[in-house]
């Protein structure tokens, strides 16, 4: 079977720092990833996804970026945190060459202080 | 504009009383129709993929039926634990695999 991780769970950051986080799928061969962002009392925000290794297309023009390093694990990037860039952060991923079902991760709560 | 309008926002219901959620779409030529459950503090659940009028699939206590503009949820008997929020997605035409997802509905049971 199938399973998405997301680490970390829960991360706090100072304005101007750093972001790293990674999403890795199992089970399955070359599937489609997506990074999506959730506010509160908001939908679903799609940031990035990937049909394949190294080809990432972009949704929203901001301060993140992504990178898919291998064939199952999407990263996504900041050089430096906004305050804006608080959210609960989501990984998913569907089946190769289908626009079916998307499976999603755990989730990252990020906070920007 | 919306191309997928979930109603109402929120719903409370008392235990065993049953009810349907909504999902309109303007997308013409749908690939497919999706429901998810979201529980506080995770990701979402995947319920359900519909993909032309007329089709119908149950799980439990939820039914999910679609036609040509719209599709519900309904929640036959539901519990505290049916609590959540239900996403609504639609898949367009075009070679994109992105999904546009609705605002949700959040359910509450009450006991």
């Known amino acids: 079977s199938q399973t998405i991780h997301q680490w970390p769970a829960t991360l706090v950051q100072p304005v101007g720092s750093p972001l790293s986080l990674e999403c890795t799928v199992e089970?399955?061969?070359?599937?489609?990833l997506y990074w999506y962002r959730q506010a509160a009392g908001r939908g679903l925000q799609l940031l990035f996804y990937s049909v394949g290794i190294g080809q990432i297309s972009s949704e929203v023009p901001q301060n993140l970026s992504a990178s898919r390093p291998q064939d199952r694990q999407f990263i996504l990037s900041s050089k430096k945190l906004l305050l804006s860039d608080s959210g609960f952060y989501l990984c998913?991923?569907?089946?190769?060459?289908?626009?079916?079902?998307?499976?999603f991760g755990p989730g990252t709560r990020l906070t920007v202080t | 504009e919306d191309q997928v309008t979930q109603s109402p926002e929120a719903l409370r219901l008392q235990e065993g009383e049953s009810s349907s959620l909504n999902c309109s779409y303007t997308v013409s030529g749908l690939r497919g129709l999706f429901w998810y459950r979201q529980d506080p503090g995770k990701g979402p659940e995947f319920l359900f993929t519909l993909y032309s009028a007329g089709e119908e699939k149950e799980k439990e206590r939820l039914k999910a039926t679609l036609t040509k503009k719209e599709s519900f949820l309904h929640i036959t008997a539901p519990k505290p634990e049916d609590s959540a929020t239900y996403l609504c997605?639609?898949?367009?035409?075009?070679?994109?695999?992105?999904?546009?997802f609705g605002r949700g509905t959040s359910l509450i049971v009450h006991p």
């Open positions: 089970g399955t061969s070359n599937p489609n």
């Open positions: 997605a639609v898949q367009a035409p075009g070679g994109s695999y992105i999904p546009t």
């Open positions: 998913a991923w569907s089946v190769s060459g289908r626009p079916y079902e998307q499976y």
